[in-house]
């Protein structure tokens, strides 16, 4: 008989896994975009970003940017924006983003701290906190090939024997953790079951 079950599965990444994908799509972005269709100089350039979970306890992530201001009004070398962030995940997209956030610069200068955040959260958010997402597909697929080799060759549970194939993999829950994430992904699979120790199933 064939039954569709729900398998929970627990799957932690880490923060320097994170970072390195967020490397490639952030680093060396201006701030706006330069575009054909105006000669203004950006404003600033995107040099490194970090991640860490935040100390708050709250479910938030840190997410640093190193960036270099360009325009001669707020020009300084490197400044760097912490941003705390609540992630989320895009079932649709298999994504990991970032769905409320709060950005603070940190420098010397309370009023440059002030200037540089109200410019920003105007002009950067589109580049780097929609930008910020992350794709875990590869982990999520890798997840899938693994449960179905083992219900390709039967997966033995206390008197049961079952068969089958994960027909779909989503992202139940998302928690920031002090040095990871962690994911728990609902498998649902197509499964056939076969009992054969009825005494392991039997109340003790």
Same mark, same amino acid.
């Given at each position: 008989?064939?039954?569709?079950?729900?398998?929970?599965?627990?799957?932690?990444?880490?923060?320097?896994?994170?970072?390195?994908?967020? &490397?490639?799509?952030?680093? $060396?972005?201006? @701030? =706006?975009?330069?575009?054909?269709?105006?000669?203004?100089?950006?404003?600033?350039?995107? #040099?490194?970003? $970090? !991640?860490?979970?935040?100390?708050? $306890? *709250?479910?938030?992530? @840190?997410? %640093?940017?190193? @960036?270099?201001?360009?325009? *001669?009004? !707020?020009? %300084?070398?490197?400044?760097?924006?912490?941003?705390?962030? *609540? =992630?989320?995940?895009?079932?649709? *997209?298999?994504?990991?983003?970032?769905?409320?956030?709060?950005?603070?610069?940190?420098?010397?200068? %309370?009023?440059?701290?002030?200037?540089?955040?109200? !410019?920003?959260?105007?002009?950067?958010?589109?580049? @780097?906190?929609?930008?910020?997402?992350?794709?875990?597909?590869?982990?999520?697929? $890798?997840? #899938?090939?693994?449960?179905?080799?083992?219900?390709?060759?039967?997966?033995?549970?206390?008197? #049961?024997? #079952?068969?089958?194939?994960?027909?779909?993999?989503?992202?139940?829950?998302?928690?920031?953790? +002090?040095? &990871?994430?962690?994911?728990?992904?609902?498998?649902?699979?197509?499964?056939?079951?076969?009992?054969?120790?009825? +005494?392991? !199933?039997?109340?003790?």
């Amino acid at each position: 008989m064939e039954n569709f079950v729900k398998i929970q599965v627990p799957v932690t990444i880490s923060y320097p896994a994170l970072e390195s994908v967020l &490397r490639k799509q952030l680093v $060396g972005e201006y @701030i =706006p975009k330069p575009s054909e269709d105006t000669n203004a100089t950006p404003y600033a350039q995107i #040099l490194d970003v $970090g !991640l860490a979970g935040s100390s708050s $306890g *709250t479910g938030d992530i @840190i997410l %640093r940017v190193r @960036i270099r201001i360009l325009r *001669t009004i !707020l020009k %300084r070398d490197n400044v760097d924006l912490y941003v705390q962030a *609540t =992630p989320g995940y895009d079932n649709a *997209t298999q994504q990991v983003y970032i769905r409320r956030f709060n950005m603070q610069a940190q420098t010397s200068s %309370r009023f440059y701290n002030s200037s540089l955040e109200v !410019l920003v959260n105007k002009v950067a958010y589109n580049q @780097i906190i929609q930008k910020a997402r992350v794709n875990v597909q590869q982990i999520v697929a $890798g997840e #899938l090939t693994k449960a179905n080799g083992m219900l390709e060759t039967g997966m033995e549970l206390k008197g #049961l024997k #079952l068969t089958g194939a994960v027909e779909e993999v989503r992202v139940q829950d998302i928690t920031p953790k +002090s040095n &990871r994430m962690f994911l728990n992904l609902e498998l649902q699979a197509k499964m056939e079951v076969d009992v054969f120790d009825l +005494s392991e !199933l039997l109340p003790a």
